[in-house]
């Protein structure tokens, strides 16, 4: 989400020329589209010179958008290449009613970028998310604090993690 404005910059008293000067400032915000938490933010102010006024516009606009964009690249490519993939098992669910308030559980937590019901048989459910979080062991503490009435932990290896939903 971008908010840019720009405004005519007053010539010196007394001075007189042929070009326009506006000076603009943009402030961009990116949002993770899964639980809309801000990732990246960005803000610039820049000036555009011109003989038409709405070209020395455009130009001041293009700059402070361009200063503004160039914040977000780090910390967006951060984002994107930080999360890990966790095989999560949750048994005992027994029903649909139940699995979906599993599912609103896990969209829930704001560490959680994407998951995947896997499998779900003989009321267990496997899961793969990617979780903006180092280990099974942060992952299964994250969900147990947040929601410790609905979880008890089974096991935790390196590679999944199993819970039994009460």
Known sequence: MADVETNPLAALPGASSPFKSYRAHAKATVYSTNNY????EGAGQQSGLDPLENIAAQ???????????????EPVNAA??????????IKDIN?????????E????????????????????????ISANIS???????????????????LTITPNAVVLSFN
């Open 135 to 153: 280990t099974p062991e942060e992952l299964t503490a994250k969900i147990v604090r947040k929601y410790n009435i609905y979880f008890t932990v």
């Open 37 to 40: 938490a801000v990732v990246a």
């Open 59 to 73: 130009k001041s606009i293009s700059a402070a958008c361009e200063a503004a964009a160039k914040q977000l690249i």
């Open 105 to 128: 559980i896990l969209r829930s937590l704001r560490e959680i970028e994407d998951y995947n019901l896997v499998r779900y048989a003989n009321s267990a459910a496997q899961f793969e």
């Open 80 to 89: 994107i290449n930080s999360a890990k993939t966790f095989n999560v098992t």
């Open 95 to 103: 029903s649909i009613e139940r699995l979906k308030k599993v599912q």
